[in-house]
């Protein structure tokens, strides 16, 4: 029997599964579902099967098990130029012989949309792009961000309800691309499209998602919004691809639902959110983002956790300083400071005292 609809539903994944040589499966029972209008990130190292998830998706890939759904109907059999998907390539995928018309000419016209239809809908989407005076260019004469925001309105210009993005900013450079990040996210909201977009950079998935779906190995480890992600990771695997973390190993002593008292290989007991730890005696890893340690010269508060520390080096980032120490029996152990006027100097050498609030850190599963 099959399941009803959902209508806050747009794109389902049931049980899913893709393997390309009969034997090893990259994709495993995937089962996702993701609302209309909404900004969902396929977030994950390479291999873990983001990219197959969302070539199936746009119909690239045929799903090896299971069913792919679009707005309710199943999309399995249906080939890709008739899912209505817009699709945004890293490569930008431009027809080099064509203008920049031209390349957004041609998805209108093999949906036979007449010729001023056409002309109209090109001078939209050039607009909303910012393009709107480089109509009679080729794509040879775009640097790579100008290239970038054209193969955005092809995928935009026939009005599609669903948008893929695989790694489309991957190629431009830093500014470039954060700069891009906020634009799609703007366009995102502005025309209210569905978008999943791919790629293995953290920072671009937290800045610009609803959702994100964290895979590794084949599996979603994670789905939650970006927040959430960062300060409640779900195990360790999470944990340490989110984000930068100290993490200090250790024994778990004591244990309820809320709380585990984890003693480090130094000797110390600190207090730890726990995370996929289940009993007393499993070896853990006390995770803390460096941004979460404060540098005291007294006490922070009656159950903060106080330790000493040594200074090894002192690294200048601009709005930040990545000071790198030895501490809890950690020879990288790693502080953010923000960079501000009253920021004292630290020397490498030098000893002092740094500390923690036990809901800053966390008890990890070992992986």
Avoid: C
């Avoid at 707005?71 to 431009?94: C, E, K, S, T, W």
């Amino acid at each position: 029997m099959q399941k009803a609809h959902d209508p806050g539903e747009y794109v389902a994944f049931r049980h899913v599964q893709k393997s390309y040589d009969g034997e090893t499966l990259v994709v495993k029972d995937l089962n996702l579902s993701i609302g209309q209008g909404e900004f969902l990130t396929m977030l994950g190292p390479s291999g873990s099967g983001k990219t197959t998830s969302l070539m199936m998706l746009a119909g690239f890939e045929s799903a090896t098990s299971g069913e792919i759904l679009l707005d309710g109907r199943p999309i399995n059999q249906v080939p890709p130029h008739r899912r209505g998907i817009g699709m945004v390539f890293q490569n930008y995928a431009l027809f080099p012989h064509m203008t920049v018309g031209e390349n957004l000419a041609f998805p209108l016209e093999v949906r036979r949309i007449g010729k001023d239809e056409r002309e109209a809908r090109i001078r939209r989407a050039l607009d909303m792009v910012q393009m709107g005076a480089f109509a009679n260019r080729r794509p040879a004469q775009l640097s790579g961000g100008q290239q970038q925001r054209i193969a955005l309105a092809r995928a935009l210009v026939f009005d599609p309800k669903l948008v893929l993005m695989d790694e489309p900013l991957g190629a431009l450079d830093k500014q470039l691309r954060e700069h891009m990040q906020f634009e799609i996210k703007h366009l995102h909201e502005s025309l209210g499209i569905t978008v999943v977009y791919v790629t293995h950079d953290q920072g671009e998935a937290l800045t610009m998602s609803d959702r994100v779906a964290v895979f590794n190995d084949g599996r979603i480890q994670q789905l939650a919004p970006p927040e959430d992600l960062y300060e409640r990771p779900q195990n360790s695997f999470v944990a340490q691809f989110i984000g930068e973390n100290n993490k200090l190993p250790g024994v778990v002593e004591e244990l309820n639902e809320t709380r585990a008292l984890v003693r480090l290989a130094t000797g110390e007991l600190i207090e730890a959110t726990p995370v996929n730890v289940r009993a007393k005696g499993d070896r853990t890893l006390v995770s803390i983002r460096p941004e979460r340690v404060e540098i005291t010269a007294g006490p922070m508060s009656e159950n903060a956790h106080l330790l000493d520390a040594e200074v090894r080096e002192v690294i200048y980032m601009g709005d930040i300083l990545r000071i790198r120490m030895r501490a809890a029996g950690s020879e990288d152990f790693v502080v953010k400071l923000r960079n501000s006027i009253d920021q004292r100097r630290l020397d490498p050498g030098e000893r002092i005292r740094i500390g923690w609030h036990p809901q800053d850190a966390r008890a990890l599963d070992v992986i």
